[in-house]
């Protein structure tokens, strides 16, 4: 989903262009929120195809049918670097990968958490169930690539120092994606574009939005784009708040399209990774209101003052700034030769290569 799969799917596309041959193996149709757009354009495009096998979030004993198919998947391409993305992906990653080195294949067993099971806190029951599980897998861990530095220093605080090779491979823009996107003639106030669930923060974004309602901004309107579990308990909150007639829910559609729909975009997390989606924004030189979680500091920077909690009167605070000033608000953010150097697809495909190559003739030896 979201930016994880956009992450692999720029690795896919940009492994395939520079010779490689890339095959991925990802969860059936019909998830809510799931990028199957991104799914169907990848199809013909990368060598060893899409390969689709049942992979729900939560652990349980189907895991154990699912996993079977996707062993069959693996004997049957024989790749030379298996790249498992998110916690269900790293656990299929290393422990297959580790039953296929067991018949003399030379696989490289990749692991990106993005975010996953760091997401946990460490006191709590799953957390400390996640992070045994982590922990003994770093024994069939050939590398850890790491999406952010903050995801790095999570898995160090949470789990430990990694006791297998890792690096931070941060998420990447094409040159196109750095093309201002301008709002269209009827644009809402604000945005949310993301995963409709707690943890992205939609319920702060409309509480934010009727504590300026409540202060005066009577006029105020916001587009929420996405899908998820939650959408008809957020479009119930939206209701019992008195906002019916000024937010609208859309279905997920590419991000510089809904970044056309409003002059402000909101990302209201309350936990993330390094979300492409404040990349995006940014670099398509959108006014954006984000909170101090994660990765999100990394993105901005030495602008990462501009931040807020995930709290609701925070963003609506940043908001009306935002709303009221857009131009001395535009000034607050990372500037644009910032974000290129830092955010390149071109960085991030071969950083991943290097560290394949690495891996992959450390085994031949």
């Given at each position: 989903?979201?930016?994880?799969?956009?992450?692999?799917?720029?690795?896919?596309?940009?492994?395939?262009?520079?010779?490689?041959?890339?095959?991925?193996?990802?969860?059936?149709?019909?998830v809510p929120g799931?990028?199957?757009?991104?799914?169907?354009?990848?199809?013909?495009?990368?060598?060893?195809?899409?390969?689709?096998?049942?992979?729900?979030?939560?652990?349980?004993?189907?895991?154990?049918?699912?996993?079977?198919?996707?062993?069959?998947?693996?004997?049957?391409?024989?790749?030379?670097?298996?790249?498992?993305?998110?916690?269900?992906?790293?656990?299929?990653?290393?422990?297959?990968?580790?039953?296929?080195?067991?018949?003399?294949?030379?696989?490289?067993?990749?692991?990106?958490?993005?975010?996953?099971?760091?997401?946990?806190?460490?006191?709590?029951?799953?957390?400390?169930?996640?992070?045994?599980?982590?922990?003994?897998?770093?024994?069939?861990?050939?590398?850890?690539?790491?999406?952010?530095?903050?995801?790095k220093r999570a898995?160090?605080?949470?789990?430990?120092?990694?006791?297998?090779?890792?690096?931070?491979?941060?998420?990447?823009?094409?040159?196109?994606?750095?093309?201002?996107?301008?709002?269209?003639?009827?644009?809402?106030?604000?945005?949310?574009?993301?995963?409709?669930?707690?943890?992205?923060?939609?319920?702060?974004?409309?509480?934010?939005?009727?504590?300026l309602k409540s202060?005066?901004?009577?006029?105020?309107?916001?587009?929420?784009?996405?899908?998820?579990?939650?959408?008809?308990?957020?479009?119930?909150?939206?209701?019992?708040?008195?906002?019916?007639?000024?937010?609208?829910?859309?279905?997920?559609?590419?991000?510089?399209?809904?970044?056309?729909?409003?002059?402000?975009?909101?990302?209201?997390?309350?936990?993330?990774?390094?979300?492409?989606?404040?990349?995006?924004?940014?670099?398509?030189?959108?006014?954006?209101?984000?909170?101090?979680?994660?990765?999100?500091?990394?993105?901005?920077?030495?602008?990462?003052?501009?931040?807020?909690?995930?709290?609701?009167?925070?963003?609506?605070?940043?908001?009306?700034?935002?709303?009221?000033?857009?131009?001395?608000?535009?000034?607050?953010?990372?500037?644009?030769?910032?974000?290129?150097?830092?955010?390149?697809?071109?960085?991030?495909?071969?950083?991943?290569?290097?560290?394949?190559?690495?891996?992959?003739?450390?085994?031949?030896?």
């Amino acid at each position: 989903m979201g930016g994880l799969f956009r992450h692999v799917r720029d690795l896919a596309l940009a492994h395939e262009a520079a010779g490689h041959s890339v095959g991925i193996i990802c969860d059936t149709p019909g998830v809510p929120g799931y990028s199957e757009g991104m799914v169907a354009e990848l199809t013909p495009r990368i060598s060893l195809g899409v390969k689709r096998v049942s992979m729900r979030r939560e652990v349980g004993p189907r895991d154990l049918i699912d996993a079977r198919k996707v062993l069959n998947v693996l004997k049957e391409l024989k790749p030379s670097v298996l790249h498992g993305h998110g916690a269900k992906g790293g656990v299929y990653a290393r422990a297959l990968g580790s039953l296929i080195r067991a018949e003399r294949s030379r696989v490289a067993r990749f692991y990106s958490p993005h975010g996953g099971s760091l997401h946990y806190g460490a006191a709590t029951r799953p957390g400390k169930a996640y992070f045994r599980v982590e922990r003994f897998l770093e024994r069939f861990t050939d590398h850890i690539l790491f999406v952010a530095d903050f995801e790095k220093r999570a898995y160090t605080a949470k789990i430990g120092p990694p006791a297998c090779p890792w690096s931070v491979n941060r998420n990447g823009l094409t040159a196109a994606e750095f093309e201002p996107v301008e709002p269209v003639a009827d644009a809402a106030d604000f945005l949310f574009l993301g995963e409709l669930r707690a943890i992205k923060g939609p319920d702060l974004f409309i509480h934010a939005l009727a504590e300026l309602k409540s202060a005066g901004h009577a006029h105020i309107r916001a587009v929420i784009v996405g899908d998820g579990a939650e959408r008809q308990q957020l479009a119930g909150l939206a209701e019992s708040l008195g906002l019916s007639d000024s937010v609208e829910f859309r279905p997920s559609m590419p991000a510089r399209e809904a970044f056309a729909l409003a002059r402000t975009f909101v990302m209201p997390s309350r936990a993330e990774a390094l979300p492409y989606v404040v990349i995006e924004a940014l670099a398509a030189q959108v006014p954006v209101v984000a909170t101090y979680v994660g990765g999100i500091p990394e993105i901005f920077g030495s602008s990462a003052d501009a931040l807020v909690a995930p709290e609701s009167g925070a963003l609506a605070a940043a908001m009306r700034a935002a709303a009221e000033n857009r131009a001395h608000f535009m000034r607050l953010l990372p500037g644009q030769t910032t974000l290129k150097e830092r955010f390149s697809i071109e960085r991030m495909a071969e950083h991943a290569l290097e560290a394949y190559r690495e891996a992959v003739t450390k085994l031949a030896h």
